[in-house]
């Protein structure tokens, strides 16, 4: 195995980032970490995960899909898109990592692939970075991601004073040969004292061992018809923080502007917690707060596993738990059903 000193790892950070865009986890002013591109002086921080998550690389916030302009009676079609250049991001946490493959499944398995996304994809190579010591708030151990051996197309540790590398695919086997002049061959000991000792702390989250085992797609309009969404729904403020800051969370609006004798199309987050989320012609399909509450969090648990394979939609980050301003979050609306009498789990209005 590959590692390098605490010491050097700026050094690291210089050499990579002066041949191709480097990002990486840097402290925010209000003293958070959020993903910033490296220049000198830039340090990596020692937050455990950014506010936002690392999705924002391949779905940004807001992106111009194509511009039309009227020449005479004619119209032409523009694409904005400029060619990408290779990046790096460094520092992903496992639950991230996991997020990436959740929206892979829809945008680059499904038909049609999204270019948009894919381009980005193709262009990036995620180094991930095993949580040397989780919050009170993670249980993404409950759906099988292992915090102490996140995937990506590098893993790293940070252990013993230093940052050990394991190259995962062939896109991190060029990032290696990038760093190869600053890293030095070791055994892997080190690593695994350090994963023995995350999976030490992870056993004793408290929400590690959340039951998941009745939330299945057999019992979909059980769930669907339970009391449990007018219950919980009634302090949601709609305010669509959950889904800003989840990994997951992958939906979107198009609008045209006019701009320059033109149109310009784009695209932006949307949140299945506002009141227009989807609205037609005719109406809006979710009238009530409890049904746009109950959308966001069977897609999650129950609608998304039915599509893909058992999967869920949830990566286990904890932000939802950290960020909303009423604390409502998942682990509430997981418990909530759990501990409702499966006999008489259904109730309240359709």
């Known amino acids: 195995m590959l590692s390098i000193s605490c010491e050097k790892i700026d050094s690291l950070f210089e050499l990579l980032g002066t041949k191709e865009e480097l990002y990486l986890p840097v402290d925010n002013k209000s003293g958070k970490a959020d ?17 936002r998550s690392a999705k924002d690389f391949f779905f ?30 460094f520092g992903v946490r496992a639950c991230d990592a996991k997020g990436f493959d959740i929206i892979d499944e829809v945008y680059l398995k499904m038909t049609p692939v999204d270019s948009y996304y894919k381009n980005r994809r193709d262009h990036a190579t995620v180094v991930t970075l095993a949580c040397t010591d989780p919050a009170q708030t993670c249980f993404c151990s409950a759906y099988g991601l ?20 394991r190259a995962n ?60 969404w007018a219950d919980l729904s009634q302090t949601c403020l709609g305010c669509g923080t959950c889904t800003y800051i989840c990994p997951t969370c992958m939906c979107f609006d198009v609008r045209d ?19 227009d989320f989807t609205q037609m012609a005719a109406a809006n399909p979710r009238l009530t707060q409890k049904e746009r509450f109950r959308q966001r ?20 980050c904890g932000r939802c738990l950290e960020s909303c301003p009423i604390h409502m979050n998942v682990v509430k609306v ?7 009498p499966q006999d008489n789990a259904e109730g309240g209005a359709k």
């Open 169 to 228: 695919t062939p896109k991190g086997e060029k990032f290696i040969e990038k760093a190869k002049s600053l890293l030095t061959e070791e055994n892997d000991s080190e690593v695994k004292k350090e994963e023995d000792s995350i999976k030490a702390k992870v056993e004793k989250l408290p929400f590690t061992h959340i039951d998941l085992s009745k939330w299945q797609g057999k019992d979909m309009m059980k769930i669907f018809n339970s009391k449990i």
């Open 334 to 340: 997981i418990k909530a059903y759990n501990e409702l």
């Open 60 to 89: 940004p916030k807001t992106e111009n899909l194509v511009n039309y302009k009227m020449n005479g009676q004619t119209v032409e079609i523009e694409d904005p898109r400029k060619d990408l250049q290779d990046f790096v991001i």
């Open 146 to 165: 292992e915090a102490w051996n996140p995937a990506g197309d590098v893993t790293s540790w940070l252990a013993g004073g230093k940052f050990f590398f």
């Open 297 to 316: 969090f069977m897609h999650k648990l129950v609608y998304y596993p039915m599509a893909h394979n058992d999967v869920f939609s949830c990566v286990g």
């Open 257 to 275: 502007f006019k701009s320059n004798g033109g149109i310009k199309q784009s695209r932006c987050w949307d949140s299945c917690m506002y009141s």
């Open 35 to 51: 993903f910033a591109k490296w220049e000198k002086g830039v340090k990596l921080s020692s937050a455990l995960k950014t506010v």
